[in-house]
Structures are given as C-alpha cells and as structure tokens.
C-alpha cells in the first residue's frame, strides 16, 4: 500500500448534525451583519426619499443631484419643471431630485 492510500483510509468522515452547522454559523453572521449594516439602512433612506418624491408639489425649492438649486414651477406625471433663474426653467426626471430644501407656504 502507498502513503497516499494510507492517508485516505485515515481521513475523517465530514462532520453531521450540529457540527456542521457549527461550521456555517460564522457565515450566517456575516450576511446578518451585511444586512443590518448596509442593506436595512439603505432601503430605509430610499423609502424616505420616494416619500419625499410624492409630497413634492408647486413652490418647493429643490437640489437635484447636480447640484442645481431651483424652484418647482409645475409637477407632471414623471417630471418636474423647475426655474432655476429668471428665465431658465427645465425639466428634470423625479429620480434627479436630490433633496428638498423649503417647502412652499402654500401646502
């Protein structure tokens, strides 16, 4: 018999039962921890910001994800228009909507 064969005859059988899922268990919270760190949160602020979407309506003063500061003029089904000088308006997609900056005193 060789040396190698000999070694497989002594090699152990793979752990069952409870030993095995001893070994998962470092696993399992890592992904927990992934969740509670990263994916909840993140879910959590793009919620917020589908709300803050929704109550959006004529005067508010906006940011949009360029940086651009402006006054919504108009709010359409999928954009908004917004003034952002005397007499500069353009159209922007919700999702380009970065924060709200003033609510108008009208709502």
């Known amino acids: 018999m060789t040396k190698f064969s000999l070694f497989l005859a002594q090699a152990t059988p793979a752990p069952s039962g409870p030993a095995a899922l001893l070994q998962f268990l470092p696993l399992i919270l890592m992904f927990a ?3 509670f760190l990263l994916i909840a949160p993140q879910r959590k602020k793009q919620k917020q910001h589908e ?3 929704t109550t959006l309506v ?5 940011v949009t994800t360029g940086g651009i500061y402006g006054t919504i003029t108009s709010v359409k089904e999928d954009r908004f228009v917004v003034r952002i000088g005397e007499n500069n308006k353009i159209e922007l997609g919700k999702g380009f909507i970065h924060a709200l900056i003033k609510k108008s005193d009208a709502s």
């Not at 004529?58 to 906006?62: K, L």
């Open 33 to 35: 921890a992934m969740y």
């Open 51 to 53: 709300k803050m979407l």
């Open 58 to 62: 004529t005067g508010d003063e906006i």
